[in-house]
């Protein structure tokens, strides 16, 4: 099993600034990929942002050039910079990891229990 622990979300002013963290840990040989997601009430879920293990990332268009993913491997936790916040930010953000439990295991995902984005006009 594989734990995930986020922090950072919070109330925050439109035009502020949040950063979120998710730490990984518990039976984890490697990660592979790694994101955000978030949902607003009466809305699907919705991908934010990912980075594979090599560091590509990818955005959902209404975040691109405002969010900013990154990861440490070495911590296994991912990060989500949040700049330029919007009142359509506000919604729970979850962390998302792809891992494999041992060599040539296979691939299983696993959710963070989410966080409150809150961006106030």
């Known amino acids: 099993q594989v734990q995930l622990v986020e922090s950072g979300g919070g109330l925050v002013q439109a035009g502020g600034s949040l950063r979120l963290s998710c730490s990984a840990s518990?039976?984890?040989?490697?990660?592979?990929?790694m994101g955000w997601y978030r949902q607003a009430p009466g809305k699907q879920r919705e991908l934010v942002a990912g980075?594979?293990?090599?560091?590509?990332?990818n955005y959902a268009d209404s975040v691109k050039g405002r969010f900013t993913i990154s990861r440490d491997n070495g911590k296994n936790t991912v990060y989500l910079q949040m700049n330029s916040l919007k009142p359509e930010d506000t919604a729970v953000y979850y962390c998302?990891?792809?891992?494999?439990?041992?060599?040539?295991?296979?691939?299983?995902?696993?959710w963070g229990q989410g966080t409150q984005v809150t961006v106030s006009s």
């Open positions: 998302n990891v792809v891992v494999r439990h041992w060599l040539g295991g296979t691939l299983a995902d696993y």
């Open positions: 518990g039976s984890i040989f490697e990660i592979n990929a």
């Open positions: 980075i594979g293990s090599r560091g590509s990332t």
